[in-house]
């Protein structure tokens, strides 16, 4: 549970960009995401479990911070929403980041025109957590990152397929995530990730 340095690397880099473009009330709101983003990862990433309204705001910090990376033009802005009926309930941190991040690096930050990314989440005997955006799709990500000859994985890679062998062996149940590629019309319009994420209610 480290905080990726390609993403506080590229936070910086836009914070110094505002700096020097749109004055001191933006820098100060994508300092203040900043520093709680550091706070929760610094506070909670120790710890077993966090509350889920914890995790969403965490994940909004996030959302902003990328966001701010885009083109001031109405037309290339994020729309993004969360879809919970906020029912207290406790779940492992920092898994959803990687999944989040995968849709805004890798499918929306390409795309032209209208980005959408909806995360919802179904509270059933475990969590479903399920992550869309509207990006440029898999393969097309996979052909710009080979052509960068990009060999980072994003966030924690091989250790956020671990976290889901432990916690499947912990909470005795099967725990994971899968993907489907969305299609419009023969091109690719999309990802989903569907997550079960083990959880405890609150009452």
Known sequence: AQLNPHFLFNALNTLYSEALQQGQEKLSYL?????????????????????????????????HLQEA???????????????????????????????????????????????????????REALICIVEDNGIGRERSKAIKERQRSEHESFSGKAIRKRFDILSDVFQGEFGYHYEDLMENGQASGTRITLTIPVKRNF
């Open 31 to 63: 300092i203040s995401e900043l520093s709680g983003i550091l706070r929760f990862t610094l506070h909670q990433a120790q710890q077993d479990e966090v509350d889920l309204a914890e995790e969403i705001t965490f994940l909004q910090r996030y959302i």
């Open 69 to 123: 990376r885009l083109p001031d033009n109405p037309q290339r802005r994020l729309d993004f929403q969360f879809n919970w009926d906020e029912r207290p309930a406790r779940v492992a941190p920092l898994l959803l980041l990687p999944f989040v991040e995968n849709a805004l690096v890798h499918g929306l930050l390409h795309k032209e025109g209208e980005k959408r990314l909806t995360i919802k989440f179904e509270l």
